[in-house]
């Protein structure tokens, strides 16, 4: 079975360009979640969708972070304009249901220079 | 007060040791919980899910403790390649993790 599928891996950019992470979740997959992990930390909660609704996006820093999940399958999210602490991995996650155990892509490795 | 915390350690043990990590959780609504493993610029990995009766796999027993609102891992005869961090997670709807606790096993 496919696991979670995240591209691009690695991506430099100046500060106040734009950027965009995509993600293709398993199968059947209902749950899709976006978390920012800066060196150190655990992996940060930026937003959850059930299907194509959002169930949390409150730590999303939503003046500059947006992030959509069309059609209830693949999801996008975008950066504009990125600073500085932007940099960090980006990790998308699926699973089956909102309650089950989730399943990491390869994360994005960003950069903001 | 964070959803949920770990001590980030390091733990360092010698080969064979026995090591046990705590996670407390904030939120007495969760409603599962999970512990992961992951590996220097890795993805988090899952180890095992944790449930009220406690669960084990070979070397690892993860129990839940609703009363206090903790979970645990014990690691027993630790290996080389156990060295990672760990991170624990519960689930309210949503899934929250902790900020991993760093365990190096020595030789």
């Known amino acids: 079975e496919a696991g979670v599928a995240q591209s691009p891996r690695y991506k430099i950019i100046e500060k106040r360009q734009s950027v965009a992470f995509w993600c293709n979740p398993i199968s059947g997959h209902a749950t899709l979640y976006w978390y920012q992990q800066i060196l150190g930390q655990g992996p940060k909660l930026l937003i959850q969708?059930?299907?194509?609704?959002?169930?949390?996006d409150s730590q999303l820093p939503k003046d500059r972070f947006s992030a959509e999940r069309l059609k209830g399958v693949d999801s996008t999210l975008k950066i504009q304009p990125a600073k500085l602490e932007d940099s960090a991995v980006y990790l998308c996650?699926?699973?089956?249901?909102?309650?089950?155990?989730?399943?990491f892509g390869q994360g994005t490795r960003l950069t903001v220079v | 007060r964070k959803e949920v915390e770990q001590d980030p350690g390091p733990f360092n043990v010698p080969e064979g040791a026995t090591v046990a990590f705590n996670c407390t959780y904030s939120?007495?609504?969760?409603?599962?919980f999970f512990w992961y493993r992951q590996d220097c610029r890795k993805e988090p990995k899952l180890l095992m899910s944790v449930y009220s009766s406690g669960n084990e796999d070979g070397r690892f027993t993860a129990q839940l403790n609703r009363a206090s609102q903790y979970i645990s891992l014990l690691i027993r005869d630790s290996k080389l390649s156990d060295s990672a961090t760990y991170l624990c997670s519960s689930n309210t709807g949503k899934l929250i993790f902790g900020q991993g606790t760093t365990l190096q096993v020595k030789p």
């Open positions: 939120n007495s609504a969760s409603q599962s």
């Open positions: 996650a699926s699973s089956l249901t909102d309650n089950t155990e989730a399943f």
């Open positions: 969708f059930q299907n194509n609704g959002v169930v949390d």
